[in-house]
Antibody
Framework: QVQLQESGPGLVKPSETLSLTCTIS????????WSWIRQPPGKGLEWIGY???????NYNPSLKSRVTISVDTSRNQFSLRLSSVSAADTAVYFC??????????????WGQGTLVTVSS | EIVMTQSPATLSVSPGERATLSCRAS??????LAWYQQKPGQAPRLLIY???TRATGIPARFSGSGSGTEFTLTINSLQSEDFAVYYC???????????FGQGTKVEIK
């Protein structure tokens, strides 16, 4: 079965760039969409954006100016970069497969999540 | 942006009873709605997609209904493992977007 695992620094300084990678095992990154979702401590879920294995992307308008999602099919990975971070970006970051079965869609499976704290 | 509003924020239910959770969309999302369960320290788990289709391995006591702007997740005969936070999520084809409700916590009464 497909499993996802997030990796990256757990601490990022304010104004710097947050970088995370999601590695997919048990299946191929090809032919699917893949998303990043985050959850501030004690709060709800926020979709950040998705990427198709071919490289096309779509981002949450509220984060679009700071977000870049990229894909590396040779490594079965996709990545998130969030620039100019502040304390408000402190959250658990999840990666997930973005299932799209027209006209509907959903997230499944999910990675376990990784906590990123923004602090000097 | 489509706003999803869940009610109530907290629902106190006794084991064995039924829980009814609501989710409202600020505009029609047709049947493009999913429900997730999240326990502390865990990733969300898909329960329902397409408003009413149970995901693989989800027990029959979980059911979803609704379309347009009003949706319901019903959990019959609550088990101890069902006490958790539940989120609804809309899926928009164009412009592409996904937004979550703020969650409903189902706690033991």
């Amino acid at each position: 079965q497909v499993q996802l695992q997030e990796s990256g620094p757990g601490l990022v300084k304010p104004s710097e760039t947050l970088s995370l990678t999601c590695t997919i095992s048990g299946g191929s990154i090809s032919s699917y969409y893949w998303s990043w979702i985050r959850q501030p401590p004690g709060k709800g879920l926020e979709w950040i954006g998705y990427i198709y294995y071919s490289g096309s992307t779509n981002y949450n308008p509220s984060l679009k100016s700071r977000v870049t999602i990229s894909v590396d099919t040779s490594r079965n990975q996709f990545s998130l970069r969030l620039s100019s971070v502040s304390a408000a970006d402190t959250a658990v970051y999840f990666c997930a497969r973005d299932e799209q079965l027209y006209p509907t869609g959903w997230f499944d499976p999910w990675g376990q999540g990784t906590l990123v704290t923004v602090s000097s | 942006e489509i706003v999803m509003t869940q009610s109530p924020a907290t629902l106190s239910v006794s084991p064995g009873e039924r829980a009814t959770l609501s989710c409202r969309a600020s505009q029609s999302v047709d049947s493009n709605l999913a429900w997730y369960q999240q326990k502390p320290g865990q990733a969300p788990r898909l329960l329902i997609y397409g408003a009413s289709t149970r995901a693989t391995g989800i027990p029959a006591r979980f059911s979803g209904s609704g379309s347009g702007t009003e949706f319901t997740l019903t959990i019959n005969s609550l088990q101890s493992e069902d006490f958790a936070v539940y989120y609804c999520q809309q899926y928009n084809n164009w412009p592409p977007g996904r937004t979550f409700g703020q969650g409903t916590k189902v706690e033991i009464k």
